[in-house]
């Protein structure tokens, strides 16, 4: 059996930026690293399915750890990016109002963003706003001058990069099957049928997290939560975008609105929409959700006119808190909880992920502290 210090299960964004923080916190004697991946590539899964925003930390509740490490995050991230030339824009955020009734709603996240340390989102009157985008239609808005936008696959290649220089190996299509936590380490079995024996293991699996730690022998199962999926269906927009800023609307319970986004080349997109699946693999856009954007955008978009939309992708948010119950924080979950050594399993690691990914990557160095 193959012997090695440690092992990421895992190549989407959190999985690469948790190997590289671990190996460059590792004694030099002991940078015998890999990262486990699945499929052919990295970040095919959640880390490719996304809107790529940078969010600023405004919507999460105060003293959880999506608002922490979000705020944390958005700052080593902007840093990160701007030492390593990834690609990003630190474009901007309206969040609007478009009727009246959801003018406390948007007072309510003006104060839970200051409570998170955001103090430089503002409110803006309808005519401020429609100053800013004047294809804006709102009677009210919030403006978010650190929100922005992240090449999502520039910046996995890069923490790919710095992994792989200080000794680290990515290991594609290496699907891990079970494992069995031992005294002198974690055995992981591999779907190929090699064995693997590491003295840490960090389970980064993302949508299959909790079905990977099931199969870890030695770990009990009250510590492992059910898995629920979000789908987020996202449609493109033919033509230049009319707005230069990212519009959201106020929040919806699952998810963030039916918002626009931008890519750094200017095009808008939307979404992502919530609908709850059974399963990780369902990604297709059905044109059955096309009605359903129309009538969303319009509410802040009026001037959308009917085949400007087009069914663009799909992604699951990884989550462990069901349709009917309040969102569930981050899981950070370390031997002091579960009691195996060596062990940190991510559960739940949906947006901001993201964001947050450098930031949970100093969590979980901790928590192995």
Known sequence: MDKVDGVVIGAGVVGLAVARALIHAAPPTSREWLVLEAASAIGTGTSSR?????????????????????????????????????????????????????????????????????????????????????????????????????????????????????????????????????????ALQMADGSDLLAQTVINAAGLTA????????????????????????????????????????????AGLGVHLTLDLGGQAKFGPDVQWVDSPDDLIVSAEHEQNFYDEVRKYWPALTDGMLQPGYAGIRPKISGPRDAAADFCIQGPTVHGV?????????????????????????????
């Open 341 to 369: 050594k060596g062990l940190v399993n991510l559960f739940g690691i949906e947006s901001p992920g993201l964001t947050s990914s450098l930031a949970i990557a100093e969590a979980v160095v901790r928590a192995l502290q």
């Open 50 to 186: 996304n809107s790529e925003v940078i969010h600023a930390g405004i919507y999460y509740p105060q003293g959880s750890l999506k608002a922490q490490l979000c705020v944390q995050g958005r700052n080593m991230l902007y840093d990160y990016a701007a030492q390593r030339g990834v690609s990003h824009q630190r474009c901007g955020k309206l969040i609007v109002a478009t009727h009246a009734d959801q003018l406390p709603a948007l007072a309510d996240i003006l104060k839970k963003a200051h409570a998170n340390g955001v103090t430089d989102v503002v409110k803006l009157s309808a005519e401020q706003a429609k100053a800013m985008e004047p294809a804006l239609h709102c009677v009210g808005a919030l403006h978010s001058p650190s929100t922005g936008i992240v090449d999502s696959h520039g910046l996995m290649l890069s923490l790919q990069g710095d992994f792989e220089n200080a000794g680290g190996i990515v290991a594609l299509n290496s699907a891990v099957a079970s494992a069995v936590c031992r005294d002198d380490g974690i």
């Open 210 to 253: 909790p079905w990977l730690a099931m199969k870890f022998e030695g770990l009990l199962s009250q510590h492992v939560p059910q898995p629920f999926f979000a789908k987020g269906n996202y449609f493109t927009m033919s033509g230049k975008s009319p707005f230069s800023h990212l519009i959201y609307p106020v929040p919806e319970v």
